[in-house]
């Protein structure tokens, strides 16, 4: 069965709608940067902060991805963020990304070839959702390239998203999108619309860095829903 027939299995059974990466051993007494550290000196780094990145990583492999947060993943230094992610976009909306203290990022899967670097992290919002962001970036500098929102899982306020992901390559993979919302600002006497949407997205970046998310199949259903005060 091909990948997207596996997904369009999960949408019509729904009620609704490799890499070798050689890994580098590092320590902290080898690879000490301070959260004060200026710039010039985390720019003048660059192979140790590549060494950091993918010996805290997984290898970006084939296969369904746990969107979870790995219970042995350590989670990124402050000063990795301010550094290399603070003010990057995100795909698809533009999100800026910034460092939280309470609401860590924490390290997940690396890729590499001889020109280019993917990595992806994990954040875990308590109060709302999990979010899996991937990112590439030059390997002599670590310029950030571009950065994606790759799949999610969470809820709030009448809202639930569960992504299911499939990597298929080094570079690209397929997400299951299905997300719910109830509409409270349409309460007619106690009742309003809950909407069911199911999406098939293929996903990818391109040889230089550039990430790509094209819907393949959607599926939409809506019905009325009894509000519980």
């Not at 230094?77 to 860590?104: C, I, M, Q, T």
């Not at 997940?108 to 308590?126: G, I, Q, R």
Request: a negative charge; one cysteine or more; hydrophobic letters at 35%.
């Amino acid at each position: 069965m091909s990948c997207l027939s596996w997904a369009c299995t999960q949408i019509a059974e729904s009620e609704y709608p490799s890499s070798n990466t050689e890994q580098v051993q590092i320590s902290e007494a080898e690879f000490s940067i301070s959260e004060d550290s200026t710039e010039q000196e985390l720019e003048s780094f660059p192979e140790d902060v590549l060494a950091l990145i993918k010996n805290s990583s997984q290898d970006w492999r084939p296969g369904i991805k746990d969107i979870d947060k790995n219970d042995a993943s350590d989670s990124v230094p402050a000063w990795f963020v301010n550094r290399y992610l603070k003010g990057v976009p995100v795909k698809p909306d533009g999100e800026r990304l910034y460092h939280e203290s309470f609401l860590p990022f924490y390290w997940d899967a690396y890729w590499e070839d001889d020109s280019l670097c993917f990595f992806s992290l994990v954040k875990e919002d308590e109060v709302c959702c999990i979010t899996l962001y991937g990112f590439t970036s030059t390997r002599d500098s670590l310029h950030i390239i571009d950065a994606q929102v790759l799949a999610l899982k969470g809820g709030d306020g009448g809202w639930t998203e569960e992504d299911v992901l499939e990597v298929l390559s080094d570079s690209s993979w397929l997400r299951l999108k299905q997300e719910t919302y109830l509409d409270f600002d349409a309460d007619s006497g106690g009742f309003a619309p809950m909407f069911f949407d199911t999406l098939i997205m293929e996903g990818y970046f391109n040889r230089e860095g550039v990430f790509y998310e094209i819907t393949q199949d959607s599926v939409h259903k809506s019905k009325i829903v009894k509000l519980e005060y």
